[in-house]
């Protein structure tokens, strides 16, 4: 049981390139969600999904896309990454909508030059 | 904008010592749970309150919950220098049950 994982850990990309994060969890988990955190600010809610094939958008939306094709995999998008696009970006899920706790991926540190 | 935000934004104390935080909500919340960061790393979940609870124990951590004040501390008591980390509280406010992060406390436990 790995929980959720993210890949990649690591990126480094020039403006206006793109790329997609994974986020995938083996623990069945019906919601699921990116944040991104940046130094003093906490976690900010980018987009989640609440089932397979919705999403929906949350704090920090703008830049970012997001499809939940499969029940265990939630993919991030960056059309053209910017230089404030550079964070640490954490995937979650839980397993349903009312008082569980929320699982953490490990993070991918990404960094937009 | 934060939902919840924690207090103090940092807090250095001395192994053994007692460590306190709190979080501080604007609008009426379901639950309130509060999360570790180790450096580099992602949250992990220590506790949950419900909004009908004023005080939880797990282990040498207790919560309480103030609804009437919109406020809730951590205590960790007998603090180890292994409890250095960030904490967070996450509230969800009434009628939504996405959670909403503070930007946290960081706990520097001296050996």
């Known amino acids: 049981n790995a929980g959720v994982t993210q890949t990649p850990k690591f990126r480094v990309l020039k403006t206006g390139q793109s790329m997609t994060l994974l986020c995938a969890q083996d623990?069945?988990?019906?919601?699921m969600y990116w944040y991104r955190q940046d130094p003093g600010m906490g976690l900010r809610l980018i987009h989640y999904?609440?089932?397979?094939?919705?999403?929906a958008k949350g704090e920090v939306p703008d830049g970012y896309n997001v499809s939940r094709l499969k029940k265990q995999n939630f993919l991030l998008g960056l059309e053209s990454a910017a230089p404030s696009q550079t964070s640490v970006y954490f995937c979650a899920s839980t397993g349903t909508s009312v008082a569980n706790e929320q699982f953490f991926g490990p993070g991918t540190r990404l960094t937009v030059l | 904008s934060q939902q919840g935000e924690e207090d103090p934004q940092a807090l250095s104390i001395q192994e053994g010592e007692n460590a306190t935080m709190n979080c501080s909500y604007k609008t009426s919340i379901n639950n309130l749970q509060w999360y570790r960061q180790n450096s580099g790393r992602g949250l992990v979940h220590l506790i949950l309150i419900r909004s009908n609870e004023r005080e939880k124990h797990s282990g040498r951590l207790r919560v309480t919950l103030d609804t009437s004040k919109k406020s809730s501390s951590l205590l960790i008591t007998a603090s180890r220098a292994a409890d250095t980390a960030s904490y967070f509280c996450a509230t969800e406010p009434g009628g939504s049950y996405i959670p909403t992060f503070g930007r946290g406390t960081s706990l520097i436990v001296h050996p």
């Open positions: 623990m069945n988990h019906e919601y």
């Open positions: 999904s609440v089932g397979e094939g919705t999403t």
